[in-house]
């Protein structure tokens, strides 16, 4: 699916206490792309609140490296326990990737692994890289795991949201008033340009000197797919796109605008704009509040997806879902492995619970569980809890583990308020 619906969003919504993330908008689909991208038909519709499981999934859990396996312990607690409530079960299965499966496989991506995550209903990833593996060959990298595993799930929509919560907005560097009410979305292509592009490789010049080359590349269906869903997105948020490109020098951004200029008349009511990628890098530190979706190349994507994190305070409260035609997204959130604080308790949990959220809104349409997870993160902050990278002054600064046990109360009290209202 490419996203999946708001399934039974309306069945127990009036007796949710809970309040939605700002960090994550809703996306609900057009009922024409609802229909095309439903979701196999098994998925039941009914909801049952804090009773026997009515409705189970699988999911395959990608630790990784670094601080992977921190984050996505806590996250695997938090998703249970938001599922359960919601009369959700999950059948997991831990799945080695990265840096952990060359150590064990001599591969950055085992086949069992993307068997069992192409098998599975959604794929919760941790980090992977680390300084041990950073000289391998480029086919024995873990980075080319996480690129085999986008490519062999599919998933070219990779949904990046970037919002200043009001409880973080000191730990942005910008100043208040400009980091204040920033709330964007970066849809970024995932599976193509020059991350994938051939040729690609190493080799000489006439002058007999080394060279290293890449293509970017992409073909009209890659771009009118990618900003299908970025018109989607937007028409689900302030209605507002910018495309990110650089047609002024790049043939493949030519193509890009031709094309994304012209899917406009599909959506009419989407405010349409262009920025190439430099002014667009400048413009989201000088006034991040003009945008609202951004849709944009894979390398473009990855750069400014990071950099709009930064507007956030830290890149460790971001969350991902990587999403395709059809079969299981991949959910991970935008940081990396972190090998300097690995094994320490100091990681911020919250970007890989927050992708839960993600995975269970737009991977299984679990709208109310989605919620509960993103209401207890707000009022896990709002309680003042702080990882390192989001500490000031007058917070409680606590450890990766010990921020999940914050969460996972502020979820188990939320349950009991539910059971009290209902
Ligand atoms: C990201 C990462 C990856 C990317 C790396 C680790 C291959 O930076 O998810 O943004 O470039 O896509
Ligand atoms: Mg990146």
């Known amino acids: 699916m490419l996203l999946a619906p708001k399934a039974q969003a309306h069945i127990s919504e009036e007796r949710m206490p809970v309040q939605a993330n700002p960090l994550i908008k809703t996306l609900a689909l057009s009922p024409r792309r609802r229909r095309r991208l439903a979701p196999p038909a098994r998925r039941p519709t009914a909801s049952v609140r804090c009773s026997a499981a009515a409705r189970s999934y699988s999911i395959t ?3 990784g490296d670094g601080i992977g396996p921190e984050v996505v312990a806590v996250a695997k607690d938090v998703l249970s326990l938001a599922g359960a409530l919601e009369g959700v079960e999950f059948r997991f299965q831990e799945k080695l990737m990265g840096g952990a499966a060359l150590d064990a496989y001599g591969v950055p991506l085992p086949a069992e692994t993307l068997a069992a995550a192409q098998a599975s209903d959604a794929v919760l990833l941790g980090a992977i890289g680390g300084y041990k593996w950073d000289n391998n060959e480029k086919h024995l990298k873990p980075e080319t795991g996480l690129l085999q595993i986008r490519s ?3 998933v070219f929509a990779n949904l990046r949201p970037a919002a200043v919560l009001p409880q973080l907005v000191d730990a942005s560097t910008l100043k208040k ?3 204040e009410g920033v709330d964007i979305m970066v849809v970024r292509e995932l599976t193509g340009g020059i991350y994938f592009g051939q040729p690609r490789g ?3 010049n006439d002058k007999g000197e080394d060279i290293g080359f890449n293509t970017e590349v992409y073909s009209v269906s890659e771009i009118d797919r990618i900003a299908r869903v970025a018109f989607e997105v937007a028409r689900k948020r302030k209605g507002k796109l910018c495309s990110v490109d650089k ?6 951004s030519m193509l890009w605008r031709k094309r994304v200029t012209s899917l406009a008349s599909e959506f009419p009511d989407i405010e349409l704009s262009h920025m190439y990628v430099d002014n667009a890098a400048m413009q ?8 609202d979706t951004i849709v944009t190349n894979n390398i473009f994507g990855d750069i400014l997806s990071d950099e709009a994190s930064m507007l956030t305070g830290s890149i460790g409260m971001l969350p991902s879902a990587s999403v395709g035609e059809s079969g299981p997204g991949l959910f991970e959130p935008i940081h990396g492995s972190a090998p300097d604080i690995a094994g320490q308790d100091k990681a911020n949990p919250l970007a890989t619970i927050l ?5 269970l809104r737009y991977g299984l349409g679990e709208e109310n569980a989605a919620k509960r997870v993103e209401a207890a993160v707000t009022e896990t902050l709002n309680n003042g809890f702080r990882t390192g990278d989001i500490y000031s002054p007058g917070t409680t600064l606590v450890g990766c583990k010990r921020m999940g046990e914050e969460v996972l109360k502020t979820v188990e009290s939320q349950s009991a308020v539910a059971v009290n209202s209902s």
């Open 284 to 291: 989201l530190i000088r006034n991040p509040k003009q945008f």
């Open 247 to 252: 047609a002024n020098v790049l043939e493949a």
């Open 61 to 63: 859990l990608l630790p």
């Open 355 to 359: 992708s839960a959220a993600m995975l």
């Open 202 to 204: 190493f080799g000489t």
């Open 152 to 154: 062999g799930l599919g």
């Open 177 to 179: 008033e400009v980091a």
